[in-house]
């Protein structure tokens, strides 16, 4: 059973730093390509990062709203994914859900198939 | 970026009853003139999402056959053939073709 579980949400000031971890399981990590996205309270839902897997280059997407502030990375061997969260702005209060792309074996851009529960962050002084 | 422009926002559909959410792109969706990366996510209350439809018309496994999606170039459409109480929640449509991927609004979808 595939399964992400994300943690390290927390209530956080602005301009303070903040390091969210999804651990997976019941798949190849390293076989997939891994995302971020988030939802403020009561609103939609945004991406906000990718990153292809290894033997696709390990490279990065972001959304602009959080380029040069977060980065997300991952550990093939532990099978987590990261989003470092820094210069924290109050916009930035809202769950934030990983989720698994399985386009390496669908050739289909933006195949998002399974999503974590989510955590919560919250930027407030 | 791509908008994607979801109607209605909310729906009240009386069970039983067919429901269909429209999802329009500002630029087509079409990659490589090959396919169209048009997703579709039901969200329940307070859980996370989970995706219907994945390239237009394809419905993930596990997933009720009373739900269909269509569509093509900027146009795409979700229908529930008969609404049952599960149903409840609010539906985005979610392209990724562009960079960066982007949603619709989200329309909520009520028992009458």
């Known amino acids: 059973e595939v399964q992400l579980v994300e943690s390290g949400g927390g209530l956080e000031e602005p301009g303070r730093s903040l390091r969210l971890s999804c651990t997976t399981s019941g798949f190849t990590f390293a076989d997939y390509s891994m995302s971020w996205f988030r939802q403020a309270p009561g609103k939609g839902l945004e991406w906000v990062a990718f990153?292809?897997?290894?033997?696709?280059?390990?490279?990065?997407e972001y959304a602009a709203s959080v380029e040069g502030r977060f980065t997300i990375s991952r550990d093939d061997s532990k099978s987590i994914v990261y989003l470092q969260m820094n210069s924290l702005k109050t916009d930035d209060t809202a769950v934030y859900y990983c989720?698994?792309?399985?386009?390496?074996?669908?050739?289909?851009?933006?195949?998002?198939?399974?999503w974590g529960q989510g955590t919560l962050v919250t930027v407030s002084s | 970026d791509v908008v994607m422009t979801q109607s209605p926002l909310s729906l009240p559909v009386t069970l039983g009853q067919p429901a269909s959410i429209s999802c329009r792109s500002s630029q087509s969706l079409v990659y490589n003139d090959e396919y169209a990366s048009l997703n579709w996510f039901q969200q329940r209350p307070g859980q996370s999402p989970r995706r219907l439809i994945y390239?237009?018309?394809n419905r993930d496994s596990g997933v009720p056959d009373r739900f269909s999606g269509s569509g093509s170039g900027t146009d795409f459409t979700l229908k529930i053939s008969r609404v049952e109480a599960e149903d409840v929640g609010v539906y985005y449509c979610m392209q990724g073709t562009h960079w960066p991927w982007t949603f619709g609004q989200g329309t909520k979808v009520e028992i009458k």
């Open positions: 990153i292809r897997r290894r033997d696709y280059g390990g490279t990065t």
């Open positions: 390239k237009v018309s």
């Open positions: 989720a698994r792309e399985r386009g390496a074996f669908s050739k289909i851009r933006g195949d998002v198939d399974y």
